[in-house]
């Protein structure tokens, strides 16, 4: 099944806020915790993770803004995906690779 991209919007994403709270990441981490017995049992690759990812600007965050990422630091991309693997390890090794 085909889908579209889902990019975020650079304006939702200031410089000034790249680094996500601790709350933000705790409610990452609690909606991918949701998905994990699903994808568990049915081996699906977790699409919809990823779209939330993307909508949160998560899957570029290591991507230079001019290149429509968030350009975040290594120590940043570390946190989200600390947060992401509580909730959902699947999830976070393939965010992992995204990030180089």
Not at 23 to 34: K, N
């Amino acid at each position: 099944m085909a889908s579209q991209a889902i990019v975020p919007d650079q304006e939702t994403y200031p410089a000034s806020a790249l680094a996500l709270s601790a709350e933000q990441l705790d409610r990452l981490t609690r909606q991918l915790a949701g998905t994990v017995e699903q994808y568990d049992r049915s081996a699906e690759f977790p699409r919809a993770n990823f779209d939330m990812l993307a909508k949160e600007g998560l899957i570029g965050l290591t991507v230079s803004r001019e290149l429509g990422g968030r350009a975040a630091s290594l120590s940043e991309a570390i946190r989200v995906l600390g947060a992401v693997a509580k909730g959902e390890p699947s999830t976070a090794l393939i965010l992992f690779m995204t990030y180089h």
